[in-house]
């Protein structure tokens, strides 16, 4: 009777938090959390529009490639992370900003592994590491 009356208070203190349980984002903290590219492979992100990544308590992610949108699942595990296949809009990009579009979307796709840094930025790697900072209330 106790274990039930346990789990019953645990369920409604998830609930009341707005946290999903079965969320696989948001046993990270990364679920409503949306980040700005600062980095790729140690590099400013060229371009005047940066990447940007948002993950929804669904395990959603969504963004801006630099260019166009794009939209896909992540899957997390401890320090794993993984995104499905990303489906972009597919505008037509200005200079070179659809080769760099190209290769952001290719680096999420590798992504294996993520962390937060003593920063509080979000690092995915795989061969390439991309850093994101939080971005800023309001900001799109």
């Known amino acids: 009777m106790k274990r039930l009356i346990t789990a019953g208070l645990v369920t409604v203190a998830l609930s009341a938090c707005g946290v999903a349980a079965s969320s696989?984002?948001?046993?990270?903290?990364?679920?409503?959390t949306s980040?700005?590219?600062?980095?790729?492979?140690g590099r400013e992100p060229a371009g005047d529009t940066q990447p940007t990544l948002m993950f929804d308590a669904a395990g959603n992610v969504s963004g801006s490639a630099g260019c166009n949108t794009y939209t896909?699942?992540?899957?997390?595990?401890?320090?794993s992370i993984s995104f499905g296949p990303l489906a972009t809009t597919r505008m037509a990009c200005q200079g070179g900003a659809g080769v760099r579009e190209a290769a952001f979307l290719a680096a999420m796709e590798d992504v294996e592994a993520f962390a937060i840094d003593s920063q509080g930025q979000l690092v995915?790697?795989?061969?390439v590491v991309l850093v994101?900072?939080?971005a800023t209330p309001g900001a799109s």
Not at 35 to 41: C, K, P, Q, R, S
Request: aromatic fraction near 6%.
């Open 35 to 41: 980040w700005t590219l600062v980095a790729i492979d």
């Open 72 to 79: 896909g699942t992540a899957a997390i595990e401890g320090s």
């Open 132 to 134: 994101f900072e939080a």
């Open 24 to 32: 696989p984002t948001a046993s990270v903290g990364l679920a409503g």
């Open 124 to 127: 995915l790697e795989d061969g």
